[in-house]
């Protein structure tokens, strides 16, 4: 301040753009790189493409909206400070060089000192330009910055209102250029613009006022100039001269303008999108064109409107892509979050892969929700719109943090895949609950639903208040077949019994053949391998290999020489999924091109063999009906072994899930479908071949109403509801309201609202407060319940195990906590092996079999079932069951082997995946509960530190590839030996190199875990961005007086 001169400067972001860039080395996205970097060899372009940084503290820094590319203003108030900055910035990027117009210039300086002035009063004490916000703007949480708006709105409100007449029209004449420039540019492109976005159905109007209120590059630019060239007129030559050069200097950076205008994304040309998504569709996916189906689906005018849509196709129609346009659309252009839905795990992780590239080139999130995986809240990001990818469960967890925390309205769009499975138990429970807390909280959150198998299409419309749109397009022909003794008919709804004959079966079968395969699935499945690929469905897991293995007795040995190399690689990577171990049937049918594929197998060996399928090296796969949903790996054939899942008949859904597995879009011209029927289900398989798709029904009555009594908890807890009256005011939002003349025969809806709530205050869950009307609340335990996502039934003995185990928690080994943690759900599964568990006991610590006793589990209890004898005195076989499972945690925690696991306790490598998959989901619910309860407080950090083992049960050094989605033990192994070993390393690595230095890693693979390494590391980053600057925030409840 001392020489009293402002320097006006043009800047690239502050700080925090500056120390992201440190992460990013070559993370950025392309079309960064390209802006940032490679248009800095040209001329004036280079100008708006170079970089700089600054302090935060003591500047005053203005964030231009990051879509008109990220430039900052920043008012240096003193030389002084301009050596400070030198210290900070590598100044060679300043927009204007040397030159500096307004330094002459008294009158506008003291104009801008005294704007100057007033920001400094507003800003005392303050250490970061972001706590200028004014606290509680919604434009805080804008990613386009938050000072952008305050510093020139002072400047033009203020500062120019009392301009000499000759300025302001010198204002005006640029202000019209601007506009015509910015109208120039807009008219080229098709794209709705933020504006016109804003006249859309759910757009949100306020939001909208501020950003039309936020200033464009060329507003900053006409500003900053006009600060620039405000020299009074007519004076000296000197000054005519100035004011030459300042022309000069407006009209290169107006061309500077036009010249970012041009490198603006695209937004339009791809239905709103930029055409780089058009090119990423091809590069990475293959896709040249969209089906038709598709553009008509996505030029629906309801769409365009952002109405509520469910929409339904057959299998392998190409619904996906739809979804991920929509939901790019609303990440790119609308700027809002979205939340994609996927039944499993697999299907997400796999999802979060695919889409990490998209993220890393369009600059948006993609983030995990699955398992143990994801943040409640989720982090807060100012800078980048987030895509949440989430399992249901997750999904709904999700939605209930963001109410809790008032951000749902940032949620602009929620897909969900496989709608059907709203009727599907108590996880269709979980995806009403979901959609009807969205419907029913945020009217600008759009709705998306689709599926292959909505038989009732009406009810899920009212349910959702969407649209509808129906296409039975299929880019490959499915004909489905049955097959009866010898003979194939043709599936035909149009014939009186529905079959109609097609060929008679031809095969030489011996007498010994015949006796083992009566179906004649060998000769079915030779007419297509090893050309072609197969799907046999199984009934059972055990059939599924030995299926597999009849096959093989019968193959010609001619199948062994197809693909040798390839399935010798691949026997070698199950052996050393396996470290070292390898299942004899694989060992056996791999050579022959085929392999079985259940729950049963490990996550890993499951990886490898669908991919190999994928890719040829086997040809036929027997499987139970876990791969027909949502996997893509179709195939020429499939062949429904029987018309049975398990000892249940098939429902229709299920069948059109596996039947529609036939087919490969660009490889195959037709796909088949073969039904092997016994004389007995004949009438039976023609109602499952023709009769119309099963109706789905709410699940929130299901299983003792728990569904619709963790909904009224939640309502209560969530605020969304406080009375009974409000309670069925929100119910008439859910699917069961839409169908309770079917569901609800015995007693009327408010009954059952009354029933409930009831119910949950006898559980102690709730208080109701009787007044007149009453108000209801919920307890602690109630809260921690609907926190953890715990369920009901137990939740209350989950509160007594922690309290007692808090009386003698044994901490010498995790034995304890583990037992804790371990799922109530999976104890009936147990059938503990008696000998092997005293055996276990008999090897644990003194300490440890003491903490046996303490829960319930009686040493002498064990002793005589592993001897054989009969026990009358009476025990808690659920502790004691659920202590084997423990036993079993325990070891896995220890020896990381799930094969020597599986061994040891005579279980399937598949069964202990799934319950280490379960316990470390389960701890992470147990953590959230105490959470909420204040004398649960020692499980807090024990936790914490517990489910992290528990989702990462390999060597600690593996862990943080294995963050990475997708990416198994083998591979991490693999990573680390090869010197990969943080995720940095892995985020940095040449997907090329990486193929030529892994063995077996193909270049898709590599691009996809590279892009998933980058996705990942941004996320840490800018978290870790975010957290520092919420630290930097000016607290919006700061005492008044700080404020003047
Ligand atoms: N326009 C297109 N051109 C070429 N291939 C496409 C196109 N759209 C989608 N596909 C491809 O078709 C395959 C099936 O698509 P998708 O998985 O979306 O089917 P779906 O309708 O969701 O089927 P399901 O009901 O079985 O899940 C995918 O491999 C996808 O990449
Ligand atoms: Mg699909």
Redesign the pocket.
Known sequence: MSCGRLHVKIKRVCARKRSRNVFKTHLIPVRKQGRGGGREAGSTPCLLSRRSSTTMAEHRAVEVPRGSVGWTCIYSTSYSMETRQKQYCSDSEDLFGEYDSILEDTSILAKLEEAEQHERLRSENLQSFRTLQPPGDPMSQSPKGPLTDSVFHELEDKVFEDLPPSQLQFQEQIQDQAKKSKMQVQNKTSTPSHTEAAGETNSEDGSRKHSKARRSVADLLKKTMLGNAATPVGVSRTALLKEAVISEEISVAMQAMENISAETPDLGPFFGLPSKVKELMHKL?G?Q???DW?EACLNLECVQQRRNLIYS?P???????VAEILILRELLCRRKDCLFILPYISLVQEKVRGLATFGLELDFMVEEYAGSKGKFPPVKRRNKRSLYIATIEKAHSLVNSLIESSRLNHLGLLVVDELHMLGDGSRGAVIEMTLAKVRYMSKATQIIGMS?TLGNIKDLQMFLGAENYTNDFR?VQLKEYVKLNDTIYEVDPKEENCFRFSRMLNYKYSSSMQKIDPDHIIALVTEVIPLHSCLVFCPTKKNCENVAGMICKYLKEDFLQHREAEKAVLLQELKASGNGSMCPVLRRTVPYGVAYHHSGLTAEERKLVEEAYSRGVLCLLACTSTLAA?I?LPARRVILRSPYVATEFLKRSQYKQMV?RAGR??IDTIGESILILQEKDRSMAKELVCAPMESCYSNLMQDDERGILSLILSLIGLNISSSLQQVEQFLHRTLLFVQQQQLCVERSLWDTVQRCVATLQEKELITITATHSPSLQVTRLGRAAYKGSVDLSYCSVLYKDLLKGLEGLQLSSHLHLVYLVTPYDLVPQCNPDWMVYFRQFTLLSASEQKMFAAVGVPESFVARKAAGQTVKKSVDLVAVKRMYLALVLFSLLRDTDVWAVADRFQLTRGFVQTLLSSASAFCCCVLHFTEELEELWPFKALLLELTHRLSYCVKAELIPLMEVAGVLEFRAKQLYNAGYRTLSHLANADPAVLCRTLEHLYQKQANLMVASAKMLLNEKAAALQEEVDELLTLPADLPPQQLL
Do not use: E
């Open positions: 996916r896709i064109k969209l089906y598709q196709l299998t392998s129609g190409g619904k996906t892509l292959a880019p949502g893509n529609g879009a660009g």
